[in-house]
């Protein structure tokens, strides 16, 4: 028998709420996008927790996603968290010439856009990351910002759904 049980939909509904919006900041560096999504707990089941996160961010204003973006390291950049560190996991093992190619683009990507090149890493190998970033390059301004949302609510719930599944003290 383990010695710890997984988080689970109901032991984050019985989190006190400064427990719940330290987790969810975690999810999402945007202090608006957790205060509105604790708003709704507690969530009668995985879904509607992961609906109200999807309806929150897609409300909120591009200098709030600004903030979500600051919780996001570089793809293949220094990895400050462990949550960004498991996601980008195929790009430490990587060549140092894709490597060096990632550094390259992203900065690239970031004077073209203003901000850090922002995807889904998860299960994808640092080639794929390097052609999905090549690939949003040709994007305008407008697609772009409408991909990296997407990107970030792709992030979002994958992260929330490791959050229920974690396993706690």
């Not at 901000?115 to 052609?131: I, K």
């Not at 090549?134 to 992260?159: C, F, G, P």
């Amino acid at each position: 028998m383990p010695a710890h049980a997984a988080l689970g939909l109901d032991g984050f509904n019985r989190l006190t709420d400064r427990q719940r919006m330290h987790l969810l900041f975690e999810v999402c560096s945007s202090t608006i996008w957790a205060r509105r999504v604790l708003a709704a707990a507690p969530f009668r089941d995985v879904d509607a927790l992961l609906d109200r996160a999807d309806r929150v961010l897609a409300e909120l204003p591009d200098a709030e996603i600004d903030a979500a973006l600051d919780g996001h390291p570089r793809i293949g950049g220094r990895v400050d968290n462990p949550t960004s560190a498991r996601e980008q996991a195929s790009v430490a093992t990587a060549g140092d010439d894709v490597r060096a190619e990632l550094a390259a683009k992203n900065r690239e990507y970031e004077d073209m856009f203003g901000y850090v090149y922002l995807v889904c890493a998860s299960g994808r190998t640092a080639e794929e990351l390097l052609a999905i970033l090549t690939d949003r390059l040709a994007n305008d301004a407008e697609t772009e910002r409408r991909v990296m949302r997407s990107e970030l609510a792709k992030i979002n719930r994958l992260r929330l759904q490791r959050l229920l599944s974690k396993e706690t003290a």
